[in-house]
């Protein structure tokens, strides 16, 4: 369908916690090494919060961050739209309201995105809705997550892979063939036992009998998710591409979800792209759900590699079973 706008990116930030853990710390507490991971995974160190840190913290940082790049006031902001798995609350109140009075986005709505490790992707996606749309004029999207307080630490195939971060970005009206070009989402729901926290639902509520059961922890069929995303993640970022109108080789930069390096290289030989063309950064903050693309765009962004025109896919995927693909052209 036609766009009557296009929604550019015109503000990032990112945070992550200072403390760092290393694949060495983990050995010292579970039956792991750091060769282990790094071969099996491409993880050489993740951030993780302190216990008093919340979601809300690190989006808070990445917002100032995203505002301040974007040279927007906090009351210019329409609309706040918060990806995350992991809130301050487990019912309500939303982040995006956590946000908003601590922004001082007075004039913003806003609500939070329950898509997993594929939240940024349907995040960006929503949210530029409102501005091809020629709805909203600026629109805040914020993907975090604080994974590392949900793994059982004592189960080395699990609590090796996450970290925890936020990425922030602002999104406005830009020039024609810039920004959000295209994305495709998609779900295969009968993998949702595959990756699952069982307890403190409404399927199971929380209990005083079941509090400290072992299902309040991520459950992961590691296996599982790794056949689907090694072959969804070149699939749909190609399928993106496509509805851009754009092939493989139009790519500038790919930047997929940081979950596991060799997803991440299956990806890259699907798509036929250099290696110099995929952003990673797996190696320094592990899998940070949904605040992985955001992270590995500000740091692209920042460093110089991004520049006005380059050709963007983006490739997230996680539990549900969930993915999303996104294909823009950068315009700062
Ligand atoms: O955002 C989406 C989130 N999830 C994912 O993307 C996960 C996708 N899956 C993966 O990344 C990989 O499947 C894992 C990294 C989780 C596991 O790698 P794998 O190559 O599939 O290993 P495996 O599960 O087949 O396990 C191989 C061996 C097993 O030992 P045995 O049975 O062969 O003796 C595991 O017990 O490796 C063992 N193992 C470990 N060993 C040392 C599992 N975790 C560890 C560990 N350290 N941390």
Known sequence: MAKLFYAGISGLGSAVPDKIM???????????????IRTRTGIEERRICAEDTAASDLAFLAAQRALQSAQAAPEEIDLIVVATSTPDYPIFPPVAALLQDRLG???????DLSAACSGFGYGFYTAAQFIESGELQKVLLVCVDTLSKNVDRTDRSVCVLFGDG????????????????????????SGAPDLIVKLGGSKT?????NIGNQDQYISMNGKGVFKFAVNIMGEATEQAIRKAGLTNKDIDF???????????DAAMRHLD???????????????????SIPLALDEAYRDGRLKKGSLIATCGFGAGLSWTANVLRWGK
């Open 22 to 36: 290393t694949n060495a710390d983990w050995a010292k507490l579970v039956d792991t090494s750091d060769e282990w």
């Open 105 to 111: 986005c007075g004039k913003a709505g806003g609500f």
């Open 166 to 189: 936020a990425g922030a970005l602002v999104l406005e009206r830009t020039e024609v063939g810039y920004g959000h070009l295209a994305s495709i989402v998609g779900l295969r729901g």
């Open 205 to 209: 509520p929380l209990t005083k009998e």
């Open 254 to 264: 790919f930047v997929p979800h940081q979950a596991n390096i060799r997803i991440i």
């Open 273 to 291: 792209l250099a290696p110099e063309k995929v952003i990673v950064n797996i190696q320094k903050y592990g899998n940070t759900s949904s605040a």
